[in-house]
């Protein structure tokens, strides 16, 4: 570092690098911004029955930037081989839960009142009906639960959009 | 007639300043960084206006004296004394150019100091919000942002104290030449 010309080289090189850096922490944030804007559907990540309450609770993650609100709930009971209470559909219990961004939130959903506790093997396919604040169309997320050892379930979900109100 | 436009000129004053006012505000509700980056890039401009222009100075003069330009010593003397009174009772004038030069490069030394750690404490900011130590979805573009804005004045004080660095040392050197030169006259002449 012996003439200026050199020092002046040096701190245009920086100055590129520190304007490169700037430029894109700026693109970085708005493309962050545009992508948190955009309504994520809703993931169960975890579902179990809570044998004292009778009641299945989920946990709900919502990995976008929107909040969703879940407006009903409904289920189909498939009994299993052990079980000796019939099969049953409760459809559209109305609920408010909202699910916030990015967190994991729990929703609990309650089985039919008097009937038989859950047994191995015996199913319930719920189905959530959820909105957003963007559209007013509702959209469902269905999950099969399947009472197993350790509580395990059948980790496949499906989900359709039904359109319009 | 001049209280009329002196009114007018207020007027236009204050519109302009609640104009600046609210569009900085609206800019602060869309884009908090952004804001961020302006306060951080101001805030340390301020700070760093004074080394700026004392580095820009000292490497001005430094190389108007290596092309054989004589400096005003009354005018380098006033920026290292407090005063001009403390200037001229501190005998600053009777010192050679590159001195004084090389006096008013080290009493910017101390805010130089100041202004390099106020940097470093953001820089440290950012950088635990940049690696997770701490974190925060709110105030970790922010602190980003501000560090960004600081960097800017940062990079100027920077290069400019090295080019006013070289440039000072350039002239000591010279200066030391030319006195060991007419030293060595004198002795010839003796």
Redesign the interface.
């Known amino acids: 570092?012996?003439?200026?010309a050199g020092?002046?080289i040096?701190?245009s090189i920086?100055?590129l690098i520190?304007g490169w850096?700037?430029g894109s922490?700026?693109t970085q944030?708005t493309v962050a911004k545009v992508v948190a804007s955009i309504p994520a559907s809703p993931i169960v990540v975890d579902a179990h029955y809570n044998r004292e309450k009778h009641s299945i609770t989920y946990s709900i993650l919502n990995p976008g930037g929107v909040p969703l609100t879940i407006v009903d709930e409904s289920f189909v009971f498939t009994p299993g081989k052990n079980s000796k209470e019939k099969a049953y559909i409760v459809s559209h219990v109305p609920i408010h839960a909202v699910l916030p961004p990015g967190v994991v939130t729990r929703v609990e959903l309650k089985l039919k009142a008097g009937t038989e506790k859950l047994q191995l093997g015996d199913a319930v396919l719920a189905t959530f009906t959820y909105v957003h604040p963007l559209s007013p169309d509702l959209y469902t997320v269905a999950h099969p639960f399947k009472l197993g050892i350790g509580g395990k379930n059948v980790a496949q979900q499906k989900k359709e959009i039904k359109g319009g109100k | 007639m001049q209280r009329v436009l002196w009114w007018i000129v207020f007027g236009i004053f204050i519109a302009v300043i609640v104009l600046g006012i609210f569009l900085f505000s609206l800019v602060i509700a869309a884009h908090p960084e952004a804001a961020a980056f302006v306060i951080g890039f101001l805030g340390f401009w301020l700070f760093a206006n004074r080394l700026i222009f004392g580095y820009g100075g000292i490497a001005n003069a430094a190389k108007a004296f290596l092309d054989g330009e004589i400096p005003d010593k009354s005018e380098i003397a006033q920026k290292i004394a407090k005063s001009p009174e403390a200037a001229q009772l501190q005998k600053l004038e009777d010192l050679s150019v590159a001195a004084l030069l090389s006096m008013w490069l080290s009493s910017l030394e101390p805010f130089k100091y100041a202004y390099y750690l106020g940097f470093f404490l953001v820089f440290l900011i950012a950088a635990l919000f940049e690696l997770n130590i701490i974190s925060s979805i709110v105030i970790g573009p922010i602190a980003e942002a501000v560090m960004l804005g600081a960097a800017i004045p940062t990079l100027l004080v920077w290069g400019l104290e090295l080019l006013a660095g070289y440039y000072v040392g350039q002239a000591l050197m010279k200066a030391v030449k030319e006195i060991e030169v007419g030293s060595q006259e004198s002795q010839q002449n003796q």
């Open positions: 570092m012996k003439r200026p020092i002046l040096l701190i920086i100055a520190l850096g700037i922490f700026f944030r």
